[in-house]
């Protein structure tokens, strides 16, 4: 491709999109005299812009050539702005009303500051994540220990294994595990998420048409499979299968190729999912929380709430189950469906909840983050009116942490002389117009595959990682933590 120098600005406009992929971005190039702007990220949205300045106006022309010739040939080609549009995004809605049952027994409560959707408790520390973008850390007790600022809402949070992953509505699926918030996984531009899950680097999405897709770790398509019906509020995925819930019911898929095992229809529109080891939850839009067995799609015991039922749990024994309706309450059944209570959350209706410890954590259309203590004495008490004193939790003065792509950097005679040691090398390679990622620090199996922040892949490129650990599995390592180009 021949360089060209002119006095007026060159632009050339390209886009990468893939009917079936996760690839759906643009990249600009406009050469004005000596000073090339590079412009870039994804399709309906502003992008990067970098701008150099080169020793002459054919040089600038000349790198610009170089620079469009590398992406055509990984795909790239030309069109026009505006014609694809920014990916469509659907915020789940909830008309919540006031509960009129008895308040609940809040521990604690958190205003994350705008209606909030993500919530995972682990050992240590509860997530909540709202619509501004906003991650918070707490410990369970109540205290705020960070902030992560994303660029879009965040729909929900899943763990898989020790990793902490946010999908947002800007088709983003960002790893939480580092300092700073990393892209992992990217959407497919025309799939309009509703709910996310992952299991051991394989990702799950349930879409506004009733659709399921797969990723992989390494950021690739696997099956796309469409339902006849539409919002599908519920994803769960395990070893061996992804389940799948929208209007008309729930299905689970083989994980391998994505064959239905079995589908069962539910009193309602699924609204809501939950999995155990052996089953899976639904909650419907007819106030229902159906219980079915994983293995054939047979229902176990079915809950029956006043309304419609917008997120539900249970303990890991499958003791106890919980559903939280769109008029604040909060109910608990026995597993062979008695009720055993129904409390107001105080802080508007639950759009996700967790069980862990005694405790139910509810993230709500208010944006609170809510510590609820689920033992009978606690619930006893607060039916008879009795109600601990509820502290209200503060996240003034936590730093927001943005999500970035940008990486330290620290030279080679730095890591041979120690001030780089307890990180791993890793390395970008180009295979089949994919970048791979590969540890070669020695004592890694070089044949597996590594999952490495999307952003940060450059061809050619090694790079210091804090932490590459194996998947639960076996299959592939992640890498995470501090990353470091070695220069």
Same mark, same amino acid.
């Given at each position: ?32 005299? /000596? ?43 030309? /069109? ?40 995972? #408790? ?19 007790? =109540? ?9 879009? =809402?965040? %729909? ?9 992953? /946010? ?11 580092? %300092?700073?918030?990393? #892209? ?72 391998? =190729? ?8 539910? %009193? @309602? ?54 559903? @939280? ?16 209570? %129904? ?33 009978? =004495? ?79 892949? #450059? ?29």
């Amino acid at each position: 491709m021949a360089a060209t120098v002119s006095a007026d600005p060159q632009v050339t406009y390209l886009e990468l999109s893939e009917d079936e992929g996760s690839a759906h971005k643009f990249y600009e190039v406009t050469v004005k005299e /000596a000073e090339l702007t590079i412009r870039y990220g994804r399709i309906g949205e502003s992008g990067t812009t970098k701008t150099t300045v080169c020793a002459s106006a054919e040089k600038a022309a000349a790198q610009a050539a170089k620079k469009i010739g590398e992406k055509v040939r990984k795909g790239y080609a030309p /069109a026009v702005p505006g014609v694809r549009q920014r990916r469509s995004v659907t915020r789940r809605q909830i008309t919540s009303s006031r509960s009129t049952a008895h308040q609940a027994p809040l521990l604690w409560r958190f205003r994350s500051g705008s209606p909030a959707f993500g919530v995972y #408790v682990g050992e240590e520390h509860a997530w909540v994540g709202n619509e501004k973008g906003d991650v918070y850390t707490l410990t369970t007790d =109540g205290q705020v220990t960070g902030r992560f600022g994303l660029p879009d =809402g965040v %729909k929900c949070i899943v763990a898989d294994d020790w990793w902490i992953y /946010a999908g947002c509505d800007d088709g983003k699926v960002y790893d939480l595990g580092g %300092k700073v918030p990393r #892209v992992a996984y990217e959407i497919a531009q025309d799939v309009d998420i509703y709910w996310l899950d992952i299991h051991d680097g394989v990702l799950g999405v349930a879409d506004e048409r009733g659709g399921l897709t797969t990723v992989d770790h390494e950021d690739e398509f696997q099956w796309r499979r469409s339902a006849q019906g539409s919002s599908g509020w519920m994803v769960r995925c395990d070893a061996d299968s992804v389940y799948h819930g929208w209007s008309a019911g729930v299905a689970r898929y083989a994980k391998r =190729g994505g064959d239905q095992l079995w589908h069962t229809r539910t %009193k @309602g529109q699924v609204l809501f999912g939950w999995q155990e080891k052996d089953e899976v939850f639904a909650g419907t839009s007819q106030g229902w929380v159906h219980r079915l067995r994983k293995a054939d799609g047979s229902e176990a015991a079915a809950y029956k709430c006043d309304a419609a039922v917008f997120s539900c749990a249970a303990s890991p024994d499958g003791e106890f189950v919980f559903a @939280g309706d769109n008029h604040s309450s909060v109910y608990c059944f026995a597993a062979d469906g008695t009720r055993l209570w %129904k409390l107001g959350t105080g802080c508007g209706s639950a759009y996700s909840m967790q069980y862990r410890d005694g405790r139910l954590y509810l993230v709500t259309t208010d944006g609170s983050l809510a510590c609820l203590d689920a033992s009978q =004495g606690a619930v006893r008490a607060a039916e008879q009116g009795t109600l601990p004193a509820t502290a209200e939790v503060s996240g003034a003065g936590v730093e927001r942490v943005a999500a970035g792509a940008e990486l330290e950097t620290v030279s080679a005679g730095a890591v041979a002389a120690g001030t780089g040691a307890g990180g791993i090398e890793v390395e970008c390679v180009a295979e089949g117009g994919r970048l791979r990622v590969r540890v070669v620090t020695p004592g890694y199996d070089a044949a597996l595959r590594v999952q490495f922040p999307k952003d940060v892949r #450059v061809a050619g490129a090694r790079y210091l990682v804090a932490e590459v650990r194996r998947s639960e599995s076996g299959g592939f390592y992640r890498a995470r933590g501090e990353i470091k180009r070695l220069l």
